[in-house]
């Protein structure tokens, strides 16, 4: 009888050593999964100092709560180190439930796209802006040509 309870003592260390070993790999495939899901993330994309383009809603945000938002619809953007200049048509009240700041000037309607330029350092918002107003504002803050061509190409 002696040899019995020891054969069961194996038993049941070579079965928790069993458990253990699936307990191990199950865990390890969750962190992979969770890890693969956070490095493979499509929905925002970090612009720097706090601002993300959010790709299912297509606007830009900051995490601050005293920074102004660039509110849907992105149609193009770029970015740098210093700046982030954006293109977008905004969308009317009635199709989107983002609450609008009373301070945008949308001056041509919600028909006509608009551009914007975010200096990220300073968290410094300019827009809405027409065309022309968004291209001198650029030339003055030194905005690099390239991002500035990016929303013209990306419109036509």
């Given at each position: 009888m002696w040899h019995l309870e020891n054969m069961d003592i194996k038993f049941n260390k070579i079965n928790?050593?069993?458990?253990?070993?699936?307990?191990?790999?199950?865990?390890?495939?969750?962190?992979?999964?969770?890890?693969?899901?956070?490095?493979?993330?499509?929905?925002?994309?970090?612009?720097?100092?706090?601002?993300?383009?959010?790709?299912?809603?297509?606007?830009?945000?900051c995490d601050g709560l005293e920074t102004i938002d660039i509110v849907p619809t992105i149609i193009a953007y770029s970015f740098d180190d210093i700046f982030i200049v954006a293109k977008q048509r905004p969308r009317s009240y009635r199709e989107f439930t983002y609450t609008y700041d009373e301070n945008?000037?949308?001056?041509?309607?919600?028909?006509?796209?608009?551009?914007?330029?975010?200096?990220?350092?300073e968290k410094t918002v300019f827009g809405p802006l027409l065309l022309e107003d968004f291209e001198s504002l650029c030339k003055n803050n030194k905005v690099s040509s390239k991002m500035v061509d990016v929303l013209k190409i990306k419109s036509e």
């Open positions: 928790l050593k069993k458990l253990l070993r699936v307990l191990n790999a199950i865990i390890f495939f969750c962190f992979l999964f969770l890890l693969m899901l956070f490095l493979f993330d499509n929905t925002t994309k970090e612009l720097g100092n706090g601002y993300k383009y959010y790709k299912d809603l297509r606007a830009i945000m945008y000037s949308y001056s041509k309607g919600l028909e006509v796209e608009y551009y914007w330029l975010v200096i990220k350092k």
